[in-house]
């Protein structure tokens, strides 16, 4: 039996930042996030996303990638001719195993497809999850997201709700359980520190502040250590306070710190190559917002240069 939150109430599944990447701009609510009480998720790393349920528009059930919200090429399948006209190659090959073998539920859910039954071991995307044993059912989902639409998919929102989605001989359910302790006081002191550093900081615009996540996604997915000289670099790159950058790599350090307050408890081992490894990351949802906690330097360097089997 699987059972997960989806925790973010009126918002968009959109990509989710990283805490580090928000502060950029002076969005100190960051820091209240890493310590108001909130609700976790493992981050599975698995693909593609994929999005099935009821159409509000039509009462039919449906299947999809994210592309079922898109605002003009919307590709929603409510049949396996859809499927053949709106996608191709491995992602088709998927749609059409889901559409056979997700249940027809109302509402709309999201999750990573994770694999065929069959086997023990998957490698959906960067890590290679292995199981106690044979998964028999057809397919293997790993849910994360629900939605509510009154009219339009467009239009729907994520909904905070409790899922009890039982293991069929159809679908497998991954959703490991996991804790984040509600007693941080080193994250607590380290975020009053990062609040001293921001009153010296000229933080930068949105557009500026999307330049500058770029170089630095360039620097980690080329192995290039963020030191202080390149952070001078980058500072100077963009004409940006170097004090704005220094406060995003102490905010990075309070992220990797939370990794301590995590707990996990599943039967999946995690391995990258041969070796073993955490999940990917997870997703902590509160008040201030919702953001993911990944150790970049090691799984975004990977995400980003690993050949993508689907």
């Known amino acids: 039996m699987g059972s997960f939150l989806c925790y973010t109430i009126s ?4 990509h989710i930042e990283h805490p580090e990447d928000s502060i950029l701009t002076g969005d100190l609510s960051v820091l209240d996030w890493f310590v108001a009480k909130s609700n976790i998720s493992a981050k599975i790393d698995g693909a593609p996303a994929i999005v099935w349920g009821t159409n509000p528009a039509n009462g039919r059930f449906f299947v999809g990638t994210k592309s079922v919200f898109n605002k003009v090429k919307i590709k929603i399948n409510h049949s396996h001719e859809e499927i053949d006209t709106n996608h ?4 088709a090959t998927i749609l059409h195993k889901c559409f056979d073998n997700l ?3 109302p509402g709309i859910y999201q999750g990573d497809f994770i694999g065929f039954g069959g086997n023990d071991h998957y490698t959906p995307n960067t890590i290679t999850y292995y199981f106690d044993e044979v998964i028999d059912a057809e397919i293997i989902i790993a849910p994360h997201t629900y939605y509510e639409a009154k009219d339009d998919l467009r239009n729907a929102v994520v909904k905070p709700y409790q899922f009890d989605l039982r293991d069929t001989e159809y679908t497998k359910w991954v959703k490991p359980h996991v804790i984040l ?3 941080r006081e080193t994250i607590i002191n380290s975020c009053n520190f990062a609040r001293q550093i921001a009153t010296l900081c000229d933080f930068v615009d949105v557009k500026k502040a999307t330049r500058i996540k770029k170089q630095l996604n360039k620097c980690i997915r080329n192995e290039i250590e963020l030191d202080d000289l390149l952070l001078d670099a980058i500072a100077d790159d963009n004409n940006c306070d170097i004090n704005v950058l220094r406060l995003w790599k102490l905010v990075e350090s309070i992220k990797l710190e939370m990794f301590d307050y995590i707990d996990r408890f599943d039967d999946v081992d995690c391995y990258i190559g041969e070796s073993m490894c955490d999940h990917e990351g997870y997703v902590i949802s509160n008040e201030f917002g919702t953001y993911k906690v990944v150790n970049r330097e090691v799984f ?3 995400n980003f240069t690993m050949e993508k089997a689907w």
């Open 11 to 14: 918002m968009k599944n959109t």
């Open 103 to 105: 249940p027809f539920l």
């Open 181 to 183: 302790s509600d007693d």
């Open 300 to 302: 975004s360097f990977f």
């Open 88 to 91: 191709q190659g491995n992602v």
